[in-house]
């Protein structure tokens, strides 16, 4: 990896059915079957998954795709969230925040697991897991500590390629929120770019960005169109910071 010491924090994929795909059963056989591998257990609400029609984000709230639960199965490390409900799978590979940045496993370990993931649900539940798909997403989260790089948030234009609008206090910002979305052809779809600042659990200042790629498979196989949206995740990350944060991560 060029950027060795790049803060990524998250890296998420998933994949998105046109109907209910597991029923609830079939999901209470894969929570005995992954209990080991992934000990520790929540039960939530179903995931809200959005699509972009035209200048709208539209959440699809429909119960007889989504069914009534969204099944989370965490590694003992929390370094592994598998997320499954009727209609979608999704995979993360996370970084905690006391954990040092350069410790990111790469593209191509996480997409591994994540189809290791899918063959295990196909191979136990005899389920085309390759058919019926709606959407693919590969999503990335860096968590940037920016008081190391930038006095101030007003100043954050230094380390990313956006701007604030005009100070109105001698104080200047002290918080930062944006969501941008755009279509995207290259991946029959479209993505979303969400920033926005937090506090870590060590209580330093943090800018976190997600960036989301989201889209269909026509014109390419499973694993080709996860390979595009690599490359242009790659794209985003080098258009999306400075030059001079880009020289701090070497």
Same mark, same amino acid.
């Given at each position: 990896?060029?950027?060795?010491?790049?803060?990524?924090?998250?890296?998420?994929?998933?994949?998105?059915?046109?109907?209910?795909?597991?029923?609830?059963?079939?999901?209470?056989?894969?929570?005995?079957?992954?209990?080991?591998?992934?000990?520790?257990?929540?039960?939530?609400?179903?995931?809200?998954?959005?699509?972009?029609?035209? %200048?709208?984000?539209?959440?699809?709230? !429909?119960?007889? +795709?989504? =069914?009534?639960? &969204? /099944?989370?199965?965490?590694?003992?490390?929390?370094?592994?969230?598998?997320?499954?409900?009727?209609?979608?799978?999704?995979?993360?590979?996370?970084?905690?925040?006391?954990?040092?940045?350069?410790?990111?496993?790469?593209?191509?370990?996480?997409?591994?697991?994540?189809?290791?993931?899918?063959?295990?649900?196909?191979?136990?539940?005899?389920?085309?897991?390759?058919?019926?798909?709606?959407?693919?997403?590969?999503?990335?989260?860096?968590?940037?500590?920016?008081?190391?790089?930038?006095?101030?948030?007003?100043?954050?234009?230094?380390?990313?390629?956006?701007?604030?609008?005009?100070?109105?206090?001698?104080?200047?910002?002290?918080?930062? %929120?944006?969501?941008?979305?755009?279509? !995207?052809?290259? +991946?029959? =779809?479209?993505? &979303? /770019?969400?920033?926005?600042?937090?506090?870590?659990?060590?209580?330093?200042?943090?800018?976190?960005?997600?960036?989301?790629?989201?889209?269909?498979?026509?014109?390419?196989?499973?694993?080709?169109?996860?390979?595009?949206?690599?490359?242009?995740?790659?794209?985003?990350?080098?258009?999306?910071?400075?030059?001079?944060?880009?020289?701090?991560?070497?």
């Amino acid at each position: 990896m060029k950027y060795s010491k790049a803060p990524i924090s998250e890296v998420i994929f998933g994949v998105v059915y046109a109907k209910q795909k597991l029923s609830s059963d079939d999901i209470f056989v894969l929570n005995g079957y992954f209990k080991d591998r992934f000990p520790f257990l929540e039960i939530l609400s179903p995931l809200v998954i959005e699509n972009l029609d035209g %200048f709208q984000l539209v959440s699809n709230l !429909d119960p007889l +795709l989504t =069914g009534p639960f &969204l /099944l989370r199965r965490r590694s003992s490390d929390n370094k592994w969230l598998l997320q499954i409900q009727s209609n979608s799978v999704y995979l993360n590979w996370i970084r905690n925040d006391s954990e040092p940045v350069g410790n990111y496993i790469g593209y191509n370990a996480v997409y591994g697991q994540f189809v290791c993931i899918l063959d295990t649900i196909e191979k136990t539940l005899d389920i085309g897991m390759y058919e019926d798909i709606s959407m693919v997403d590969l999503s990335y989260g860096d968590r940037i500590e920016w008081q190391k790089y930038i006095p101030e948030l007003s100043k954050v234009k230094d380390i990313i390629n956006i701007s604030t609008p005009p100070i109105f206090s001698k104080e200047g910002y002290n918080n930062l %929120f944006a969501r941008y979305t755009y279509e !995207d052809s290259d +991946l029959n =779809g479209f993505g &979303l /770019l969400n920033i926005n600042t937090a506090t870590s659990i060590q209580g330093s200042q943090v800018i976190k960005i997600e960036t989301v790629l989201r889209g269909n498979l026509q014109g390419f196989t499973f694993p080709t169109w996860f390979e595009e949206a690599h490359k242009k995740q790659s794209f985003i990350f080098d258009g999306l910071f400075t030059e001079y944060l880009k020289g701090e991560w070497l």
